[in-house]
């Protein structure tokens, strides 16, 4: 924690830019070494101004001990660059954060097929199919989706990759704990839940205009590649992909109609040499010799939502003749909820009532049934499975184990 506050008081320094940052970490051996540096050892730093030194002569840690206070009441953590978990990918490009906060569980990125999907706030329906099914093919091949959970094409991507039960990770353009746009809150708790919440910017603070472009280049050096899935010829989905050709990432986009304002974007990249995408392996296929253990390439489309109880269709069983009656199973044990409820809460009946007992349901789709944040449907389902009500089938999927009578 010692060493933590001084990366947090070089990052939080008003006034300091990223770049002389670095360049201090480049000539000291540590944060420490610099808040402890007398102006004329700053100087000897190349580069750095009187006026830069200057900045440094503020010792306050006034802020520091707020950010860390601010993380620890959100449940935040903090990686900076000198930890071992720090992402390779990012350390190589031109101007790194020094430090991140996050929220959820840190993946090792540089061992992902991590994939950037963006696109623009206003999209057509076609735009919300072509995230929403990328991102779930995305997921269900082996792939990590990254995103900034903006609305739009960057939320749909998510939640495609969400309902796949894969790994998503958002970078935003505020704080870890400030939930932007407001009518995500629902997608930012599942992805907390699930995946991981990144940002360069300390807990609290306000998204801005002219943090997202800074945010961009987090978001395409975190990943192989990046997709753009619809944008028209001005926006900041292209600034990404700009910024990952430059620090020699691929580049894919999805096309759309010829004349179709949001897609001259998408569709002028492909014109310049950006790989064309209809679906997800057109990405993955580059990768696969690198990561033959992370990658499956199989045919998956997205289910529909669930409406009511009834569970998503299996997409991936073929049709098949009808074959003879088998035994009937043995008859499952009843639990009776209406009268005797065992002392089951009330979100665990909520998730034992939309789970079936022949089809699996992902903790996702049940999370949608409930309309409960996946957080509290795999709290509920972790206590159901030690009960012996449920069972796991597979990562993220349950059957019910007891038949369950309500009157």
Known sequence: MAALKYWVWLAT?????????????????????????DEGELLLTPDITKAQAALLADKSLERTEQVLADCARDGQFILTMGDSLYPNR????????????????LPVFDDEVAVTVVGTRSCTPYGVRAASQLGYELSKQGALLVSGMAKGIDGEALKGALRAGGFTAAVLGGGADVIYPAENRRLYQDIA?????????PPGTVPKADHFPVRNRLLSALSLATVVVEAPEKSGALITATTALEQGREVFAVPGPFDAPMSRGTNALIREGAGLVCEAWDVLSFYESRYPHKLRPLRAKLPPL???????????????????????????PVLDISHDPAGLTDDQIAVLSVLQTDVPTLTDDAAL???LPVRRVLSALTVLEIDGYVSRQGTRSFLRTVELKKE
């Open 90 to 105: 990012l350390r190589t490009i031109f101007d790194p954060p020094i430090l991140l906060y996050g929220k959820g569980a």
């Open 369 to 371: 049934l409930t309309d």
């Open 306 to 332: 669930p409406k009511g109880s009834t569970p998503p269709e299996d997409e991936a069983a073929p049709a098949e003749p009808a074959a003879p009656a088998a035994p009937s199973a043995p008859a499952l």
């Open 13 to 37: 320094l008003p006034g300091l830019g990223n770049r002389t940052r670095l360049q201090l970490l480049e000539h000291f051996d540590s944060p420490e070494d610099i808040y402890y540096a």
């Open 193 to 201: 839940a699930t995946g991981i919440i990144l940002s360069e910017y």
